[in-house]
Structure formats: structure tokens, C-alpha cells
């Protein structure tokens, strides 16, 4: 049996050698299989991680999207008082807007970044692009061409950070307008006036108390 054996490895080994192919021994190809074995069961625990990876990815999205409608419901409540608030007859109004309160949101990322080296312009940029931080999360691609050479130090912060960032409301912004220019930019009579028409105007209120120091006294 053992000649039989070693002549028909004879005759495969002169065939291969035709073939200009490298003749390898039992031993080397039961080495090679255990090899290959290997090597498919690690693709398959590779395939199965990155399908969990893609999973948890999805999660997070719809999770996103659910605490993004939950701001957003939160955001139409407060337009509906507002709207009660501001009566068509007076010259003075509260304006809100939808998660626009960007220094609110530089100031965050700029203390998760401390010790991160990338320049507050580089921030600023991604302030400016994105509503939220879901948002620059889901937007990797166009953050990575935003940054260049600094999305890699970004990224690392981003992901040590992913919880803070992710779940970090941007405040809207609530601007008074008097005669339709923000009420910052009259003068402090003008102030005073519109915001005594404003307390005026409310017909909740039945008595108005108002209180004059005695230094603003003239």
C-alpha cells in the first residue's frame, strides 16, 4: 500500500513538475488546508462583526431621528404659545428659530476638543455646516472634506466624545423684534418702551407693578 502511495505521488509530482508547478507533500498540504481553514473562519467572524457593526449603526440612526422629533415636537409646542404671545396688533414679537444657536454649540464642541490642536476656525466650519452633532456624525464623508488633514484628529475626539455629542440639544434661539428689527439694536428708550407695551398688551395680567430704582431717578 505504502508503494502504491508513493508511486502515485511519484506520478503527480512528474505531472506538476510539466506543468511547471511546485510538487508540495502530504504533510505540506495538510499545513496549507489547516491554514486556509483558518483563514475562512476568521473572514467569516470579519463578515459577521462588520454586519453587527452596520446594525448598530442603523439603531443609532433611528434612535437619532427619534430624539430629533422629540426637539422638534418640543420646538412646535413653544411656537404654539408664541403665537398666542404675540397678538397681531403689537409692534412687538418673539421670533424662534429651530436649533440656531451656534455659539451655544461652538462653545460645546470647543470644550470636548480642548487639547485637540484643531483651530476654533476649523470648528466654527463645522458649526456652520451642521444643524447638530447627529447631523455631522451621519455626514462623515462631506466632514471629511471639509477637514483634510485634520478629520483623522477630529474623528478620534468625535468618537471619544460620541455620547456627549450626540445627545447635546442646540438651544433654539428666541429673538425680541420690535417694529420688525431686534429689539438689541434700539436704543434703551425704545427698550423700555416696547417691552411696557409687551407686559401692556398681556391680558392676563390685571395688575402690572413697576418698580424704579431710585438712582435712575432724574
Same mark, same amino acid.
Given at each position: 500500500?505504502? @508503494? +502504491?502511495?508513493?508511486? =502515485? &505521488?511519484?506520478? #503527480? ?6 506543468? !511547471?508547478?511546485?510538487? *508540495?507533500? /502530504? ?45 422638534? @415636537? +418640543?420646538?412646535?409646542? =413653544? &411656537?404654539?404659545? #408664541? ?6 396688533? !403689537?409692534?412687538?414679537? *418673539?421670533? /424662534? ?122
Amino acid at each position: 500500500m505504502k @508503494e +502504491e502511495f508513493a508511486d =502515485i &505521488e511519484r506520478k #503527480l509530482a512528474g505531472e506538476l513538475k510539466q506543468a !511547471s508547478a511546485q510538487a *508540495i507533500s /502530504p504533510q505540506e498540504f495538510k499545513q496549507l488546508k489547516s491554514v486556509l481553514d483558518q483563514a475562512e473562519q476568521m473572514l467569516g467572524v470579519l463578515a459577521k462583526s462588520e454586519q453587527q457593526y452596520a446594525d448598530l449603526n442603523q439603531g443609532l440612526e433611528r434612535e437619532l431621528a427619534q430624539l430629533n422629533d422629540l426637539w422638534l @415636537e +418640543e420646538y412646535r409646542a =413653544i &411656537e404654539q404659545v #408664541l403665537i398666542k404671545i404675540n397678538r397681531v396688533d !403689537s409692534p412687538l414679537k *418673539i421670533v /424662534p428659530q429651530f436649533k440656531a444657536n451656534k455659539a451655544a454649540m461652538l462653545k460645546h464642541i470647543q470644550d470636548l476638543y480642548r487639547g485637540s490642536r484643531i483651530r476654533e476656525a476649523m470648528l466654527q466650519t463645522v458649526v456652520n455646516e451642521f444643524s447638530d452633532f447627529g447631523a455631522t456624525w451621519r455626514e462623515k464623508s462631506l466632514l471629511q472634506s471639509l477637514l483634510g488633514s485634520s478629520f483623522d484628529t477630529f474623528w478620534q475626539y468625535f468618537e471619544d466624545n460620541l455620547e456627549a455629542l450626540l445627545t447635546w440639544q442646540v438651544p433654539n434661539n428666541f429673538t425680541i423684534e420690535y417694529r420688525g428689527k431686534a429689539l438689541a439694536h434700539h436704543s434703551l428708550g425704545q427698550r423700555a418702551s416696547a417691552l411696557m407695551l409687551f407686559v401692556l398688551s398681556q391680558r392676563e395680567n390685571d395688575i402690572v407693578i413697576i418698580d424704579q430704582p431710585e438712582d435712575d431717578t432724574g
